[in-house]
């Protein structure tokens, strides 16, 4: 194996487990804070990391070519919307000791895109690939009818996830500036979002409680350093191992769940979970032959 593909391997490895082992520690820690709060701080601080890095890297004539345009603006103001439910709801998970459900999510999640890519990009969806469409669906309603509701932070962190990629092809932009552009649009809705809290004594950052807020800050480090890996170990490797090495996350997410933070797995959501690694073995064949 070429020593770059291993360069690749690694950074895509470290982004994996970083969102999947150091990110949940992180925010489980910090989840003194309300998910809502957890959200607004991640947003405002990963906007002001990524002004830095645009400075750092001079990146302001790309970023210029796509802001001129309104209509990309509107696009990213709906990503940066979809960002913003995906990460809420997996803090809430993290915070309600779900991550199961979250993890189901992220299982999820690139089927979901397959399936999206088929029905509005024409993308080709072979038996194999339907099939694993298939069984995730299967595994859903087996929940739905197993527990009467539907696993709602699984579906939103998966559909979120999904169509933030579905329509961020829209536009031809690096990783880092689409985000920067998202979480500035968004940001003037955190901060507004922020003054209720203060309002309504329900903030935990302040000038009162600084070694709390400095934790709040790290949010935007936690968002940006797993990015920043990824994207590098993607450009060396390419979208079909780096894919690949993506379902280490979830894999991580559930074995916490399942060992350090003790949550539950009963015989019916495990059956619903066989159903989606199935899928997930089939996906990931069809990744090895492209």
């Known amino acids: 194996m070429k020593q770059k593909n291993i ?23 910090v989840s003194f804070a309300s998910p809502l709060e957890l959200t ?19 990146k302001w004539k790309e970023l210029n070519k796509v802001i001129i345009k309104p209509l990309n603006l509107v696009i990213l103001f709906i990503t940066g919307g979809l960002v913003t439910i995906n990460w809420f709801t997996w803090l809430y998970a993290i915070g309600e000791n779900k991550l199961l459900d979250a993890s189901l999510g992220y299982y999820i999640f690139p089927i979901f895109s397959v399936f999206l890519g088929s029905l509005f990009l ?43 990629g579905l329509i961020r092809k829209k536009i031809k932009i690096s990783s880092d500036l689409g985000l920067l552009i998202e979480t500035l649009l968004i940001t003037p809705f955190a901060i507004i979002l922020f003054i209720f809290l203060v309002k309504n004594n329900l903030n935990v ?76 073995i089939i996906y990931l064949n069809e990744l090895r032959k492209e």
């Open 122 to 164: 024409n993308e080709k969806l072979n038996k194999n690939k339907f099939f694993a469409v298939i069984l995730v669906a299967i595994s859903l309603v087996y929940l739905l009818i197993k527990f009467n509701e539907i696993p709602w932070i699984g579906l939103t962190v998966a559909i979120t996830f999904s169509l933030y």
């Open 7 to 29: 360069h690749g391997i690694f950074y895509t490895t470290s982004a994996s487990l970083w969102w999947g082992i150091i990110g949940v520690f992180y925010f489980n820690f």
């Open 40 to 58: 607004i701080h991640r947003t405002i601080w990963t906007a002001f990391l990524l002004i830095l890095t645009t400075f750092y890297y001079s």
């Open 205 to 280: 950052f302040s000038f009162e409680e600084p070694l709390l807020s400095f934790y709040l800050f790290w949010a935007g480090l936690m968002t940006l350093v797993p990015l920043f890996l990824y994207t590098i170990g993607f450009k060396i490797v390419g979208i079909g191992p780096a894919s690949m090495i993506f379902f280490l996350t979830p894999t991580a997410q559930f074995i916490l769940g399942l060992t350090y933070f003790n949550e539950p797995l009963i015989l019916d959501k495990l059956i619903a979970f066989l159903f989606i690694w199935i899928a997930v």
